[in-house]
C-alpha cells in the first residue's frame, strides 16, 4: 500500500504554518499505524524544516514557491508523492488511530470530501453562518479540510483540473454560479463545490458516511445561544502530556480542526516532540 498525508503550506508574516503542519505531522506519527503515518510536507521555503528539533515527521519535503493562489491544496494532485492521498489543512491535529477509514477510502474511493463536519461537542453542524455562498446558490456542501484522492483517478483528475481552472479565474464563476451569494474569495472549498456540481459528481465523491468526523473549531457554528469571535472565549483548550485533547468538558476522540492558529503553541509541540521521542 502506498499511502500518506499531505501538508501544503506557504510562508506568511503573521502565522508560522509550519509550526502547525509540524504540530500536525507529530501527531499523525503518535497515533496512525506504521504504513498509515507517511507524512509530506509541500512548503516554498524547505530549509525552515532544519529548524524543527524532528523533522523525520515528514517523509518527503517538496518545494514549490508558485504564486498562483493563496491556497495550494487546489493543487494537491499535482504536489502528492503518493499513489493514494489525505490532504489535510495544517490546523489540525490526530487524538487517536484512523487507519481503518483509510482502507475504506484506497478500496471504494477514486476522490472522497467529506459533506458535514461536527462542533466540538460532536454535534452535525448545520449552521451556515460561514456557508451562505453555498446553501444559497445550493452549491454542495464539501469540506475540503480532509480530501482523499487517487493518483491517475481520470475523475480526480478532471475534478482538479476544474477546480484550478475556477481559482484562476473567480469572477467568471461568481458571475455565472454564485449570483445569490457572492464570496469575498473564491476559495478551495468554493472551487472545489462548484467543480463538484458543474462535473454533475457530488454524489460520487462526497456521500454520508459515519467517517471522516472531523471537528470544526470556526466559533458561530457551535450551536450557541451567544456571538463568539473564538471558540475558546466560552470553552478551553486542554491538552495534556498523554496526547489527550480537551474542549471545554468535553474530551476530544476525532481529528480537531482548530482554527485558532495559536491554540497550537510552543507548549503543545514540545509535549507532542516527547510523545513522538518516546514511541521511536
Known amino acids: 500500500m502506498n499511502f500518506g498525508y499531505l501538508i501544503v503550506v506557504a510562508s506568511n508574516d503573521n502565522i508560522d504554518y509550519l509550526k502547525l503542519a509540524y504540530a500536525l505531522a507529530l501527531s499523525i506519527k503518535n497515533t496512525q499505524k506504521p504504513g498509515y503515518d507517511k507524512v509530506a510536507l509541500v512548503i516554498d521555503k524547505p ?28 493543487w494537491m494532485d499535482q504536489l502528492s508523492p503518493f499513489e493514494n492521498t489525505v490532504c489535510l489543512d495544517a490546523d489540525m491535529l490526530f487524538l487517536r488511530d484512523h487507519s481503518h477509514w483509510i482502507d475504506y477510502f484506497i478500496e471504494n474511493c477514486e476522490l472522497y470530501i467529506p459533506p458535514k463536519a461536527l462542533t466540538y461537542r460532536g454535534e452535525t453542524i448545520t449552521n451556515d453562518f460561514y456557508r451562505k455562498t453555498f446553501t444559497k446558490n445550493n452549491l454542495p456542501n464539501l469540506y475540503s479540510m480532509f480530501t482523499f484522492f487517487k493518483q491517475g483517478s481520470e475523475l480526480a483528475t478532471e475534478f482538479f483540473n476544474l477546480g484550478r481552472y475556477i481559482i484562476k479565474n473567480p469572477l467568471e464563476f461568481s458571475n455565472l454560479y454564485l449570483t445569490k451569494h457572492k464570496p469575498k474569495v473564491v476559495g478551495t472549498d468554493e472551487a472545489f463545490a462548484l467543480s463538484a456540481k458543474i462535473l454533475d459528481i457530488s454524489g460520487t465523491i462526497s456521500y454520508d458516511l459515519a467517517f471522516p468526523n472531523i471537528v470544526h473549531m470556526k466559533p458561530m457554528i457551535q450551536n450557541w445561544p451567544w456571538t463568539a469571535e473564538k471558540v475558546t472565549e466560552h470553552a478551553g483548550f486542554y491538552f495534556n502530556t498523554q496526547g489527550n485533547l480537551k474542549i471545554g468538558n468535553y474530551q476530544q476522540y476525532n481529528i480537531v480542526h482548530y482554527v485558532e492558529k495559536d491554540l497550537v503553541n510552543d507548549e503543545i509541540v514540545s509535549m507532542l516532540e516527547e510523545i513522538a521521542w518516546n514511541k521511536s
Open 47 to 74: 530549509q525552515l524544516v532544519n529548524n524543527l528539533k524532528s523533522p523525520w515527521v515528514f517523509d518527503h519535503v517538496i518545494t514549490w514557491d508558485k504564486e498562483t493562489h493563496w491556497d495550494g491544496r487546489s
